[in-house]
């Protein structure tokens, strides 16, 4: 992938608005306006459900005592009442405490960024359904430097499909307009937004990518795929203050507490995104920690890692703030966009040559960077989505480990791993590798690649359950915002295998409810080489915590999605309270 790719992708932007504007959440108050005051004295949590996600079978505590931001005891209540003698007691009037969620997989940056534009995703408050409805939605967001921006929609969530440039068109004919697809890659303009960046049929399309064309007229279609769209996306963020910009980090903020998250990740980054982040855990914006990856799928991106002198696994502010745990090294792309490289053909090619199977990236480069990650100590997380692109990866592990001679538990995860065959996970398992995958994109996507990719393949979509009986580490996330936030969203399609449409795909491969918290809490922490800090009820660890209104061990797995957050703890302190 180009440089341009990868610089455009998150380029930081703002505005001085309040969480509720996001278009993500309008209830949510923001996030550190709802920090207990009397959380210095300690907290004594009782009369609830308490799972301490300890061990591979559920158990739970009578009591939890937090001080100083951290858990001073977990067992009996007469036990958290002497631990923290003068604290106050909270009742969880039944409600079921966990772990805080620990996100493996996500763009903070790019979620911060977009609560600036119109949020058009099955998940908002308001989704669309039609043409109309995205055109209501857009109508009622205003301009930001001059350009009304959209993002999230879905064709195939659309009963009359995407609007067209003419529909585009008709309801903005002088105001420039971007709407992005959920996938984060593609998207549309309108003829004022193309005028407003010069673009023409003859435009030549930066690349990967393309700048469509009608092939009846040779006119263009408003449709932008890869880096053009990036680039078009750049353009109508523009540039923007750094208090600007912490307001769009303390709306992203509000709107994950209000799912649980305590730990949050934001893959791609570049320097100034770096610097933005440690500016603003300075100044005290954000609470949540970000785990941050920068990208080297490139020669441009790569001498940014030997350069720039990151501190690899340390925090910015001591045991928190931004954590650079290591680099994402990518072999290919999103399978519903067919660029997911697999070794047999696509069931459907619509668009590309006879017996498409994806496309990889560059065998020496993949090589190149996995491998100065094994030599240099670095943290490696692979992005590989077909079989093919996993091969990729594990031949270049392979490669790496031979060549250093570093064995061993690395804390190397796969992430994504769609289509990773039984054989592939024996090769997990023998180089001790973990693999994160995303229920989401199954429900989201699962019914259309039945077609694109044939029943066969389209079932086996993230096959949680055979990660796990072949012994692999297996986390999930949810990669927001191509796909909703909800961690119990994403929770309960772990468990159901369900598409948004009520299909059920692969049921064998379905995890039960406790792995699935699990994959999100220890076994997360765990990824992060944070297993001695987070992830479990255990004295002496952070008192990162959630609190909800129901047990997701105790109802029925169709139910699991309907659980609310009630509460988010961070380091003993109220970030989200309902209400």
């Not at 680039?231 to 203050?241: D, E, L, Q, T």
Request: with cysteine.
């Amino acid at each position: 992938m180009s440089d341009a790719l990868h610089r455009r992708e998150f380029i930081a932007r703002g505005l001085a608005v309040a969480g509720a504007a996001a278009g993500l959440g309008a209830d949510i108050a923001p996030a550190l306006a709802a920090a207990s005051a009397d959380a210095d004295a300690g907290s004594v949590y009782v009369n609830g459900t308490i799972l301490t996600m300890e061990g591979d079978a559920p158990a739970t505590v009578e009591a939890v005592a937090v001080r100083d931001g951290r858990i001073a005891f977990a067992g009996s209540r007469d036990g958290a009442r002497a631990a923290v003698p003068q604290a106050r007691v909270v009742d969880l009037q039944g409600r079921t405490m966990l772990p805080g969620f620990i996100d493996t997989w996500g763009h903070f940056m790019l979620f911060a960024q977009q609560t600036l534009g119109v949020n058009l995703a099955y998940f908002s408050d308001d989704p669309p359904h039609s043409k109309a409805g995205i055109i209501r939605l857009l109508r009622g967001t205003a301009p930001f430097n001059g350009w009304i921006t959209g993002y999230g929609y879905s064709e195939t969530l659309l009963s009359d499909g995407a609007p067209t440039l003419a529909d585009l068109d008709a309801a903005f004919p002088d105001t420039p307009v971007l709407i992005g697809t959920l996938s984060t890659l593609t998207g549309k303009i309108n003829s004022a937004g193309m005028a407003r960046l010069g673009l023409t049929p003859a435009t030549p399309a930066a690349q990967p990518g393309m700048i469509v064309k009608d092939p009846a007229t040779g006119r263009l279609t408003g449709d932008l795929l890869f880096t053009p769209y990036l680039v078009a996306r750049a353009a109508a963020v523009g540039s923007y203050s750094e208090a600007q910009a912490f307001q769009t980090f303390r709306a992203a903020e509000a709107l994950l507490a209000r799912q649980g998250w305590t730990t949050v990740q934001s893959y791609q980054l570049v320097p100034q995104e770096m610097a933005s982040l440690r500016a603003a855990f300075d100044a005290g914006v954000i609470s949540l920690d970000v785990m941050g990856l920068p990208a080297v799928s490139d020669a441009a991106s790569g001498r940014m890692v030997e350069q720039t002198g990151w501190h690899w696994g340390t925090y910015s502010h001591g045991d928190h703030g931004l954590k650079v745990a290591g680099y994402q090294v990518v072999t290919d792309a999103a399978p519903q966009l067919r660029l997911a490289a697999f070794t047999q053909p696509y069931a459907d090619t619509t668009g590309f040559p006879d017996g498409w199977k994806g496309s990889l990236l560059p065998r020496d480069m993949v090589e190149h960077w996995v491998s100065y990650a094994y030599a240099n100590g670095i943290q490696l997380f692979a992005y590989s989505n077909g079989d093919a692109g996993i091969d990729l990866s594990l031949s270049a592990i392979e490669k790496a480990i031979s060549e250093t001679g570093k064995t061993g538990d690395r804390r190397t995860v796969i992430a994504h791993s769609y289509f990773v065959r039984p054989d592939q996970l024996e090769r997990y398992r023998q180089m001790q590798l973990g693999a994160s995958m995303m229920p989401p994109h199954l429900a989201v996507y699962g019914d259309q690649q039945l077609g694109i990719l044939g029943p066969a393949r389209a079932n086996m979509e993230a096959p949680m359950a055979s990660a796990m009986a072949a012994g692999v580490r297996l986390t999930l996330h949810c990669d927001y915002p191509s796909a909703s936030p909800n961690v119990m969203d994403t929770i309960g399609i772990a468990v159901t295998r369900t598409t948004l449409t009520g299909r059920v795909m692969g049921p064998q491969e379905h995890l039960s409810p406790y792995a699935a918290l699990q994959a999100m809490t220890s076994k997360a922490a765990y990824n992060y080489r944070e297993e001695t800090l987070k992830g479990t009820i255990t004295a002496g660890k952070i008192a990162d915590l959630v609190i909800l209104d129901g047990n997701p061990l105790a109802v029925a797995p169709e139910a699991i999605k309907d659980i609310k957050v009630m509460e988010t703890i961070k380091r003993g302190r109220t970030i989200y309270r309902q209400g």
